[in-house]
């Protein structure tokens, strides 16, 4: 069955370095997603990328973030200047454009910021 | 601003027993979704609904939309350990992405 999946599993980073974390949403499919979760807390919309450009984004994605689709297959969230509060479970989720109802969700990158 | 809400927030039951958790709003949504998630794991879709009224069944998990596409239940009968979990309901904003209410936090105990 196909699936998302978001690469690496667990990130540590020191505060103020880059990271990137990486997906690759199910092929086929045209709306890209992320979310992110602090632990304990809800599921908060990041950013949303359909025909290679941001077409939604909260206020959580402020400059310090950016997205990418480089290759067609990859789906990218950057942070340029990582911040202890950025600390969270990162999810990459993708829609079929048939459907506006159900998004798949990656297993997650868990961000660690030190 | 569409909000969804989740009640109970916790909860904690013996396997065996029934259980409904519920979500709510004072939006129309077109549809909701539900998802499992699992410590340390990402949200696993359980089911969609559409139709105002509508009942689904999965198993031992039957899910109901509100008439008024406003809100939305979970019952779950006979729970057994492996439904232990966070039950996230979600819904389609205005424009694209999706909104996702607080959870319930699910334990069985055996």
């Known amino acids: 069955e196909p699936e998302v999946t978001q690469t690496p599993s667990h990130q540590v980073t020191q505060m103020g370095q880059e990271v990137i974390l990486r997906c690759v949403p199910i092929?086929?499919?045209?709306?890209f997603y992320w979310y992110r979760q602090i632990l304990g807390q809800k599921v908060e919309f990041l950013v949303s990328?359909?025909?290679?450009?941001?077409?939604?984004k909260s206020e959580i994605f402020d400059d310090q973030f950016s997205v990418e689709r480089p290759d067609g297959s990859n789906f990218t969230l950057k942070i340029r200047s990582t911040k202890l509060e950025d600390s969270a479970m990162y999810f990459c989720?993708?829609?079929?454009?048939?459907?506006?109802?159900?998004?798949?969700f990656g297993q997650g990158t868990r961000l660690t910021v030190v | 601003t569409q909000l969804l809400e989740q009640s109970p927030q916790f909860l904690s039951i013996q396997e065996g027993e029934n259980l409904t958790v519920y979500c709510n709003s004072s939006?129309?949504?077109?549809?909701l979704q539900w998802y499992r998630q699992e410590p340390g794991e990402g949200p696993v879709l359980l089911v969609t609904?559409?139709?105002?009224?509508e009942v689904k069944k999965l198993k031992r998990l039957t899910f109901q939309f509100g008439d008024a596409r406003k809100d939305s239940s979970l019952h779950i009968t006979a729970a057994q350990t492996g439904d232990t979990g966070l039950y996230l309901c979600?819904?389609?904003?205005?424009?694209?992405?999706?909104?996702f209410g607080p959870g319930t936090r699910l334990s069985v105990l055996p």
């Open positions: 092929s086929n499919h045209l709306y």
């Open positions: 939006s129309v949504f077109s549809s």
């Open positions: 990328f359909y025909n290679n450009e941001i077409s939604e």
């Open positions: 979600a819904g389609p904003k205005r424009g694209q992405n999706f909104v």
């Open positions: 989720a993708s829609r079929d454009r048939r459907s506006n109802t159900e998004a798949f």
């Open positions: 609904v559409v139709t105002g009224g």
